[in-house]
C-alpha cells in the first residue's frame, strides 16, 4: 500500500520570504500523479500544483514550484515570496495511476504553515 | 452556485438521531467521493460513486449509508453515529478517468453528542 509521509508537523515564514514543505511517499508503481493541496482555516480544501510521474519537469504554479525526485520518492514545494494569505494547513497525496485503486487519493497528516508579517 | 458545495456546514446531533449530508458539485463531474478528517490524522477516503454507481467502500461502518441519485448530488446518511464519527466531512468530485484532479467542497463540521 500507498504512504505518504510529511516529517513537518508546522512550519514558520516571513512574509516575502521562501519556505520549503516536505513529502515522501513509498510506492511500487511507476505511474502515479503526486499533488498539494492547502487547505485553509475557512476549511476549504484547494488545489496547490499537481506532478505527474512520467514528467521529469517540476510543476510550477505562479509562486509555487515542486521539487519532483522520483528516485528518491521526494516531493517538496516551494513557496516563494509567502503572503499572509498563504497561511493554511498543506496536505501531500498521491494517487495511482493505473490499476483499480486510480481514484483513491493518499494523503499525508498535513503541515500547518504560519506566515509571520 | 459554482464548484462543489456542502450544507449543513455544521451539524450536532445526537446518538439516536438520522440525518444526512448533502453535496453538489456544478462541475460537470461524473465521479463524487466521501472522505473524512480527524484531528490528527490523515484523509480517509470512505466512499466513491463513478457514474453514479459506487466503486469503493472503504470498510465503513454500516451507520453511514451513501446515496448518489444522479451524477451531480451525493448524500451520506447518518444514523446511530457514535462520538468517535465526530470529524470534519468532505465531498469532492472529478471527472472519472485516472488523470483527473479532484475537487472539494469546504467540509461538514460533525458533532455527535
Known amino acids: 500500500a500507498q504512504t505518504v509521509t510529511q516529517s513537518q508537523p508546522e512550519m514558520s515564514v516571513q512574509e516575502a520570504e521562501t519556505v520549503t514543505l516536505s513529502c515522501t511517499y513509498d510506492t511500487s508503481e511507476s505511474d502515479y500523479y503526486l499533488f498539494w493541496y492547502k487547505q485553509p482555516p475557512s476549511r476549504q480544501m484547494i488545489l496547490v500544483i499537481r506532478?505527474?510521474?512520467?514528467?521529469?519537469q517540476n510543476a510550477t504554479e505562479n509562486r509555487f514550484s515542486v521539487n519532483f525526485q522520483k528516485a528518491a520518492k521526494s516531493f517538496s514545494l516551494k513557496i516563494s515570496d509567502s503572503q499572509l494569505g498563504d497561511a493554511a494547513m498543506y496536505f501531500c497525496?498521491?494517487?495511482?495511476?493505473?490499476?483499480?485503486?486510480?481514484?483513491?487519493?493518499?494523503f499525508g497528516k498535513g503541515t500547518l504553515l504560519t506566515v509571520n508579517p | 452556485e459554482t464548484g462543489v458545495t456542502q450544507t449543513p456546514r455544521h451539524l450536532v446531533m445526537g446518538m439516536t438521531n438520522k440525518k444526512s449530508l448533502k453535496c453538489e458539485q456544478h462541475?460537470?463531474?461524473?465521479?463524487m467521493y466521501w472522505y473524512k478528517q480527524s484531528a490528527k490524522k490523515p484523509l480517509e477516503l470512505m466512499f466513491v460513486y463513478s457514474l453514479e454507481e459506487r466503486v469503493e467502500n472503504n470498510s465503513v461502518p454500516s451507520r453511514f449509508s451513501p446515496e448518489c441519485p444522479n451524477s451531480s448530488h451525493l448524500f451520506l446518511h447518518l444514523h446511530t453515529l457514535q462520538p468517535e464519527d465526530s470529524a470534519l466531512y468532505l465531498c469532492?468530485?472529478?471527472?472519472?478517468?485516472?488523470?483527473?484532479?479532484?475537487?472539494f467542497g469546504p467540509g461538514t463540521r460533525l458533532l455527535v453528542l
Open positions: 506532478q505527474e510521474a512520467y514528467k521529469q
Open positions: 462541475l460537470g463531474h461524473n465521479a
Open positions: 497525496a498521491y494517487r495511482s495511476g493505473s490499476g483499480g485503486s486510480n481514484y483513491k487519493l493518499t
Open positions: 469532492a468530485s472529478s471527472s472519472s478517468g485516472y488523470q483527473e484532479t479532484q475537487y
